[in-house]
């Protein structure tokens, strides 16, 4: 599985912008699958996260109601709508997979994602 991050840049506060990441893979609809977020010097943390069939997903707390997680599993894609964004948003941006457990339906910690993208930076000027 490989997966592409794209949708990454430079917006000011407040502003708005929609990541998305391409999947490889016949099986890409069973995933459940992720976005979190490392800004510098920081550690890796989660973003949110959706089931296969897009019906659940879950948020951290810093992001809720601003940040839309959602999946087309035709186009093999997940997105990431974020509004309201905020310079503390800031950070490069990583979608990841868990392809082991197929058609699961709960939060997982991040060493249960084996698929991870080359992450994409977003910058939120203040």
């Known amino acids: 599985v490989q997966l592409q991050a794209s949708g990454g840049g430079l917006v000011q506060a407040g502003g708005s912008l929609r990541l998305s990441c391409a999947a490889s893979?016949?099986?890409?609809?069973?995933?459940?699958l992720g976005w979190f977020r490392q800004a510098p010097g920081k550690e890796r943390e989660f973003v949110a996260a959706i089931n296969w069939s897009g019906g659940s997903t879950y948020d951290a707390d810093s992001v809720k109601g601003r940040f839309t997680i959602s999946r087309d599993n035709a186009k093999n894609t997940v997105y990431l709508q974020m509004n309201g964004l905020k310079p503390e948003d800031t950070a490069v941006y990583y979608c990841a997979a868990d392809s082991r457990r197929p058609y699961s339906d709960y939060d997982r910690p991040m060493y249960e994602y084996d698929y991870w993208g080359q992450g994409t930076q977003v910058t939120v000027s203040s």
């Open positions: 893979g016949r099986t890409f609809s069973s995933y459940f």
